[in-house]
């Protein structure tokens, strides 16, 4: 009898984290590498979000919380998606997980049975299939092409829509393409979701904060009321706050939904670290003013890695309207050969054969569901980019 359960072989590890523990393996036998697979902004976390968590420290916030979140951070959620979103949750409807990937993953254990099926938009974060596979559920991919900016569109929704579809995964801005649903684009989904109201909608808000130029973002509850009682609105403070190893996210929905998610993570880790939660208050409550400065940066370098990479011969990279990865096609590439004669055969190759030659880390697309293509994530620094894109011209160029 096997000794590991048959779960296991529905799951593949994240190539993301793969590709980034590559990068250090070659890096610590010294060859000169550029990682650009992790999918965290390289800023330190604000000052006075480190000082309150000194602060709770010192006062002794040092015990087990309540398994939801402590009272205030769940107020500090409630009024979040009041001021920002336009939606009314009372703390009560708001969980605090150890990560969004905590209360995404407790969404699905709280809901899915087997046979149940999760709409999923591909290009996906690695981990919602994964995390689908885990909790016994199937997942349903619809393409969001490249030649509709990444975006999936109402018909494909429609046309993916069975009896036995549980929720509906959406993610703007998007992990990986950086892809953000406009209102009108949002709508046209949700016009479809209102017709069908045994689907659910699951939406990882996670890159809210990272749009560029004049682009508003919306959330599904907040462009259809209709759909309130049936979404779940996930969160979180990892990239809006440079927080990712702090691990807080949050979600809010319907009461019993939210209840139900309790009593998973009351078996699983409790209450979500004190301190972490007692910085996460500072950073929904206190000042600002890191949001706008961090959003300039990276438009900055999203606008440097397009306009490069479009130089590269063979590349076709559209701009995204948000997150901090960019997503080339590199179709242009595909059956050429490198210096040492390796054909280009998939994404894969191409990413490989790249580490190799130039030494720069970038995650292939098949990962994510639909190639050939790459994510480059630019939350590094300007210098880095530059050189990294260089690398990956001169590569590009090499190619026969
Ligand atoms: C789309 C998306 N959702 C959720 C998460 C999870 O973030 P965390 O667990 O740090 O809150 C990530 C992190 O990479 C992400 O890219």
Not at 50 to 69: F, H, L, M, W
Not at 156 to 166: F, G
Not at 221 to 236: F, S, W
Not at 330 to 351: H, M, N, P, Q, S
Request: aromatic residues 10%; proline residues 5%; glycine residues 8%.
């Amino acid at each position: 009898m096997a000794f590991l359960a048959a779960a296991l072989d529905r799951v593949k590890p994240s190539a993301t984290i793969a590709v980034s523990q590559k990068a250090r393996d070659l890096k610590a036998k010294g060859r000169d590498v550029i990682g650009l697979g992790a999918g965290e902004p390289d800023f330190d976390t604000p000052e006075n979000i480190k000082q309150a968590a000194i602060a709770a420290i010192n006062r002794g916030e040092t015990k087990y919380t309540p398994i939801s979140g402590i009272p205030q951070l769940r107020e500090a959620i409630a009024q979040k998606f009041k001021r920002e979103n336009g939606l009314d949750y009372t703390a009560a409807q708001t969980i605090v997980g150890t990560g969004g990937k905590q209360v995404l993953f407790n969404a699905f254990m709280a809901t899915l049975n087997p046979g149940d099926e999760v709409i999923i938009p591909a290009p996906y974060w690695v981990s919602y299939p994964e995390m689908v596979a885990i909790c016994n559920g199937t997942s349903v991919f619809i393409e969001a092409r490249i030649e509709d900016d990444f975006k999936v569109t109402a018909a494909a929704l429609e046309a993916a829509i069975t009896p036995r579809t549980k929720w509906f995964l959406f993610n703007s801005p998007s992990n990986p393409t950086g892809a953000a649903y406009t209102y009108e684009e949002l709508k046209a989904l949700t016009d479809v979701l209102v017709r069908h109201p045994h689907v659910w909608v699951l939406t990882d808000d996670m890159y809210e904060h990272l749009v560029y130029g004049d682009f508003t973002f919306t959330t599904p509850a907040q462009v259809e009321p209709a759909l309130y009682d049936r979404t779940l609105t996930v969160n979180g403070v990892s990239k809006a706050y440079a927080m990712t190893g702090w691990r807080i996210g949050y979600a809010a929905g319907p009461l019993n939904l939210i209840k139900a998610m309790d009593m998973i993570q009351g078996q699983q880790t409790s209450g979500a670290c004190s301190i972490a939660q007692w910085a996460a208050v500072e950073a929904l409550t206190g000042t600002q003013d890191f949001i706008p400065r961090n959003r300039e940066i990276f438009q900055g370098r999203r606008d440097l890695v397009v306009s490069m990479l479009n130089q590269a011969s063979g590349i076709k990279c559209p701009t995204p309207e948000g997150a901090f990865y960019v997503y080339p096609s590199c179709e242009g590439l595909i059956g050429k050969r490198t210096e040492a004669g390796k054909v280009i055969e998939t994404d894969e190759d191409f990413v490989t054969e790249l580490l190799e030659a130039e030494g720069v880390a970038v995650v292939h697309g098949s990962a994510f569901g639909l190639g050939p293509n790459f994510r480059i994530s630019y939350a590094t620094s300007d210098a880095l980019l530059e050189e990294a894109c260089t690398r990956i011209q001169r590569f590009c160029g090499s190619l026969r």
